[in-house]
């Protein structure tokens, strides 16, 4: 599932090969995307930048054209040199832009629009996103985001990218692990103190993940994500995605749970992060 480190390391590798290159040729299976591109040519355009906004993929086109994409629970920007073979099938791809050495291609990627770039400020699924853990993060500003909202339960706070952008499903269960908090406890009974230590452990775990060294692969949904520090691929995750396996601590059997109206699981140590 792609969460920050996947975005931000798909930008990063994007912008290297397009930016300040000509489109030469734009296809997509997306109508709304289509329609624009049929009153508006995308070829033709240049490729000013592409960078992440927490789970969000921003591609600025000359012209004052942003297509903003989102990779959901398993879409994946891939990049190819031209005649390359593709890594996934023709029926999958949904957004083609190409240019005279490169050519990216979206696949199943649902969620795409184009947006005018003076109006990225005021767009909803983008201006209303929390300081990103892997931009110019401001953690008083995160914090005063925790405690204006709802009460709820820290599972459910730290998915909120109006809280905090980037985090996703999988540094949510490590984090909680690493910090012996039960996913349920109450986040108004979380500290300062330990709340700005969560937030952190956050940047500091997404932050190893985009490093130079972690590699240049676009991986958006699987691949080099790690929170043990072990080497060994098999050892990477403390809890996540291990329910019913023993704790790497303990020795407890990890419990796990689906939770909200997408379901998405949660995984946590009994002993370890007892509720409070």
């Known amino acids: 599932m792609p969460e920050g480190d996947s975005i931000y390391r798909a930008a990063r590798t994007l912008h290297t090969a397009l930016a300040g290159q000509v489109v030469t040729r734009f296809e997509t299976g997306l109508a709304q995307l289509a ?3 049929r009153d508006e040519p995308i070829a033709g355009r ?6 992440a906004a927490g789970k969000h993929l921003l591609m600025t086109l000359s012209g004052g054209l942003v297509l903003r994409t989102h990779m959901r629970m398993n879409g994946s920007w891939h990049i190819y040199r031209p005649g390359e073979r593709w890594q996934m099938p023709p029926r999958a791809m949904r957004i083609l832009v190409a240019t005279a050495e490169w050519v990216a291609v979206a696949f199943n990627v649902y969620v795409a629009e184009f947006v005018r770039a003076d109006q990225m400020h005021r767009h909803r699924p983008v201006a209303t996103l929390g300081p990103d853990l892997l ?7 995160a914090l005063q985001r925790v405690r204006q909202g709802p009460a709820r339960a820290l599972h459910d706070v730290l998915l909120d990218q109006r809280v905090m952008a980037g985090m996703g499903n999988v540094y949510k269960s490590e984090i909680l692990f690493l910090s012996r908090l039960h996913p349920d406890t109450a986040a108004s009974r979380v500290s300062d103190e ?4 969560l937030m952190e452990l956050a940047r500091r775990l997404l932050r190893a993940n985009v490093a130079e060294s972690s590699g240049q ?3 958006t949904y699987r691949g080099l994500r790690r929170t043990t520090g072990r080497m060994n691929a098999e ?5 996540y995605s291990r329910g019913g396996q023993p704790c790497r601590k303990c020795g407890s059997a990890i419990a796990s749970r ?7 699981v949660t995984y946590w140590c009994p ?4 509720l409070r």
């Open 235 to 239: 050892e990477r995750l403390w809890v």
């Open 258 to 264: 689906k939770d909200g109206d997408d379901a998405r």
């Open 271 to 274: 002993a370890c992060q007892a």
């Open 46 to 51: 240049t490729v000013d930048q592409v960078a």
């Open 135 to 141: 931009g110019d993060f401001d953690p008083a500003q």
């Open 194 to 197: 330990e709340w700005l230590a």
């Open 217 to 219: 692969a676009i991986e």
């Open 35 to 37: 329609t624009l591109d």
